[in-house]
């Protein structure tokens, strides 16, 4: 079957933009086309004129007027405003035969690939209105792939485009088009740019030297080993450029040259120098054509490339990568919301291939090597851009099956993630909860009094809607990533900012689940007194006051009066998952909030470092649970190489991340008192990145804790029929016992669960694990080779799930 479509086109001049006294280097930048399969679809071999040659005249072409076509019609190849290039063909039908093909024009010979599926595209047009044609493909047999049969030709150049596959062994075939129709007598039709092409070819990027642009006078032009690059010499402030904006001098300009229209994404050689998050920001234009360099609103933002970018040959430069400072890396800036600004595509379009694109600067430190414009459709590896190859349609590397919904969609309790440009791609298949990672944080909305940049709580909040998950604001109030203004004010004006900045947050997100008000406000964390650098407004709130906890009091009675009701108010903190001393610290604030109902959520954040083994987290749960609150645990991350060992391989990197998650996760998720855990981070870019605690690779490929973690929520869904068979207790032998060498324990289990077996010697300490994984309900047999251990008596215990057994066994030697 052939898939037809019809685009109108309106043709223009080019025009050619000029600003101020910028000169602009032009790039005549080479590049093939797709891989096409006819030649000379536009005419422009042809020389202008009438062709009286009908087999030969035109290169790529054969023409055909039957006998019973009296008078013949005129072919010319003829100037003008046109599609591609300046030439088209003309025909002029003066009549018409017996048959349609009777007036034809085929291009000829058309070189294709048996079994593929290839795009027919040609532009028409009419010296008047009610003229028809045919356009087909076929083989030299006459037996056609495709056709769009008597098409209406109106006097506005149009394009008609199908798909066809070759069916049969043919390597050339012919692509006819007919005239010769009762209609078209006394009309001219005139046709160019025909292209047969295969569009799974691929096509390579435009790429761009930045060096070889009209640089801005603050640009430094230098080269490092093998590479020339260019970097700015001042700081985004420095002289005429803002945070918004890059001012005068402080620009780059180029003239780009495409072969082909369409949509492009943007790339960008970089280096983030030694500053890292201090060195990693430039501004490029929001589309072609010279713009202001005063004006904000002509410019986006790229930042935070110190943890973005790709620099393997064979990775692809797709979504944020995680590449950190002094190395040289690809960023896919139209594929990313850098900042938490609104990504795009740049569209060429068929009326002018030569564009105007300029790029500006921000922070020194950052260096540009090159920039490279591939198609939006085509995904290109690190070895594509530095090469100038082209892309592939499709990703190499293993399929990856996403869950058919959210992994706790329709469940008592939710999954959820944080938004961020780094892990929103398919977001929406795993989570069904939503925090924004840094976009609510009040340094991001409002770092320059009163101009707020709502982009990324935008986006964050718009995805909780259009799927219809929860939505928790992070955060209100904090010591950390605050706008630097607000220490400088009195308390007086302080606390009317204060209350501007809840009621703007309310006011714009009226659909909220829950607002964390305060954010780790026990001592020695973040609270907003000064100190540390941190912001310094707690007198603004209260001060200590009374309680010792005023200041955290007045911020959830603001919230509570500010916010709407059905909203739910959350207090969240650090370190209590590790330490029952911190959560009774904790307990005390959450009390005092509680006893003036102002608080309404139990947050605890669930990073790495508070969940290491030996880590009282059911003791913590129940205790906070006791005051019969729900609670939630907000940033949970598992890492597979907490100490960024180098010599740690990813297979031991996948095991430890796997270990750790079957020993903590049910703990928590199986909590009675916890509504719901949100990862923070699952996808390369996440903040414990070198600690690998990603869930699934760049490619979308899922490590093992992954793996689980789906074959875990499926059983928490799916309830274990009961079987009579299968004792409720835990039970585990050791055999022989006493033993000699190796010993035999066997357990049963009542229910599936995360299991783990180790044994310890008399002072505690864990000389072996024996087992640690996911297990079916049934009866299990382990062999323990105890190579090593000296004679002596050693304790053996069990875990799964909620359930401990323990016993001893005697090693003699």
Do not use: C
Not at 348 to 374: C, M, Y
Not at 420 to 426: D, G, L, P, R
Not at 435 to 446: C, D, H, L, M, Q
Not at 573 to 597: C, F, H, M, N, V
């Amino acid at each position: 079957m052939s898939t037809v479509t019809m685009r109108g086109r309106r043709l223009g001049a080019r025009k050619s933009a000029f600003w101020g006294s910028i000169l602009l280097l032009v790039l005549f930048i080479g590049v093939e086309a797709r891989a096409q399969s006819n030649t000379n679809g536009s005419f422009e071999e042809t020389p202008v004129g009438a062709v009286t040659d009908l087999g030969g005249g035109i290169a790529g072409w054969t023409l055909n007027v039957g006998s019973d076509v009296d008078p013949a019609p005129v072919f010319e190849i003829v100037e003008g405003d046109v599609p591609d290039g300046s030439k088209a063909l003309a025909i002029t039908i003066n009549a018409v035969g017996a048959n349609a093909w009777h007036i034809e024009a085929t291009a000829f010979p058309v070189v294709v690939e048996p079994g593929v599926t290839y795009t027919y595209s040609v532009w028409a047009r009419a010296a008047q209105d009610g003229a028809v044609a045919s356009f087909t493909v076929g083989n030299q047999s006459f037996q056609e792939y495709g056709r769009l049969h008597e098409q209406s030709i109106s006097t506005t150049w149009q394009e008609y485009t199908f798909e066809f596959t070759v069916t049969d062994e043919e390597t050339e075939i012919r692509a006819p088009m007919h005239f010769s129709l009762a209609a078209n007598v006394g009309n001219t039709i005139y046709i160019d740019h025909l292209r047969i092409v295969n569009p799974l070819a691929g096509a390579p990027p435009v790429v761009v030297e930045a060096e070889s642009g009209t640089l801005g006078s603050e640009f430094a032009t230098e080269t490092e080993g093998d590479v020339t690059y260019i970097t700015i010499t001042t700081d985004y402030n420095e002289t005429t450029g803002d945070g918004d904006h890059p001012g005068e001098n402080r620009t780059a300009s180029y003239e780009v040259t495409f072969t082909e229209p369409g949509w492009y994404d943007l790339y960008a050689r970089v280096y983030v120098g030694s500053g890292s998050f201090n060195d990693d920001s430039f501004f490029y234009a929001d589309s072609f054509g010279v713009k202001d360099p005063e004006l904000p609103d002509d410019w986006i933002v790229a930042n935070q490339l110190a943890s973005a970018g790709y620099t393997e040959p064979d990775e692809y430069v797709t979504g944020l990568g995680a590449a950190g400072a002094e190395v040289w890396k690809w960023v896919n800036l139209s594929e990313n919301s850098f900042n938490d600004v609104p990504s795009d595509s740049f569209y060429v379009s068929p009326e002018a291939l030569t564009l105007t694109f300029q790029i500006g600067a921000r922070e020194n430190g950052l260096r540009i090597d090159k920039l490279a414009f591939g198609r939006s459709d085509l995904y290109f590896t690190v070895a594509n851009l530095d090469n100038g190859e082209p892309g592939s349609p499709v990703m190499e590397g293993p399929a990856v099956e996403l869950p058919e919904q959210p992994l706790a969609a329709g469940l008592d309790k939710f999954l959820g993630n944080i938004y961020s440009t780094s892990q929103v791609e398919n977001f929406e298949y795993y989570w069904n909860y939503v925090i924004p990672e840094n976009a609510g944080k009040w340094g991001s909305v409002e770092a320059t009094r009163d101009e707020m940049n709502w982009a990324g709580l935008d986006a964050a909040y718009a995805l909780a809607q259009e799927h219809g998950m929860g939505f928790n604001f992070h955060v209100l109030v904090w010591g950390s990533q605050q706008p630097a203004w607000i220490s400088e004010l009195t308390p007086a004006e302080q606390l009317e900012e204060i209350r501007e900045w809840f009621e703007a947050v309310a006011e714009r997100y009226p659909s909220m689940d829950v607002v964390q008000v305060v954010n780790e406000p026990l001592p020695g964390h973040n609270p907003p007194d000064g100190g540390n650098g941190r912001a310094n407004y707690v007198e603004a709130l209260g001060g200590a006051g009374e309680t010792g906890w005023d200041w955290v009091i007045t911020a959830f009675e603001l919230a509570r009066e500010i916010f709407p009701e059905g909203t739910r108010l959350m207090l969240n903190d650090y370190g209590i998952l590790s330490s029952t001393g911190s959560a009774r610290s904790y307990l005390e604030i959450i009390e005092l909030l509680q006893a003036r109902d102002l608080i309404d959520v139990i947050g605890v954040q669930g990073h790495a470092f508070s969940t290491r083994p030996g880590a009282p987290i059911e003791d913590v749960l129940d205790l906070l649970a006791a005051t019969g609150l729900p609670i939630q645990v907000t940033e949970l991350d598992i890492d597979g190489n907490p100490n960024r060992d180098p010599f740690v391989t990813p297979a031991q990197s996948d095991q430890n991340q796997l270990n750790d998650i079957q020993r903590i996760f049910p703990v928590i998720w199986e909590h009675p008192a916890v509504e719901g855990i949100t990862f923070w981070g699952w996808r390369p870019g996440l903040w414990r990145n070198e600690e690998e605690a990603y869930l699934v690779h760049a490619n979308g490929e899922e490590r093992p804790a992954m793996v689980w973690l789906r074959e875990y929520m499926t059983s928490y869904r799916t309830p274990v029929e009961p079987r009579e068979e299968l004792p409720s207790d835990l039970t585990v032998e050791a055999w022989p016992n006493p033993s000699t060498g190796a010993t035999q324990f066997r357990y049963t289990l009542s229910e599936p669960a995360p299991v783990t077996l180790r044994v310890y010697d008399l002072m505690g300490r864990e000389v072996a694990t024996v087992v640690s994984e996911w297990q079916a309900a049934g009866t299990h047999e382990v062999r323990f080779d105890p190579d090593g251990l000296g004679s002596g008596l050693y304790v053996y215990r069990l875990d799964a799930g909620h359930h401990r057994q323990s016993g001893r066994w005697v090693l003699v030697r």
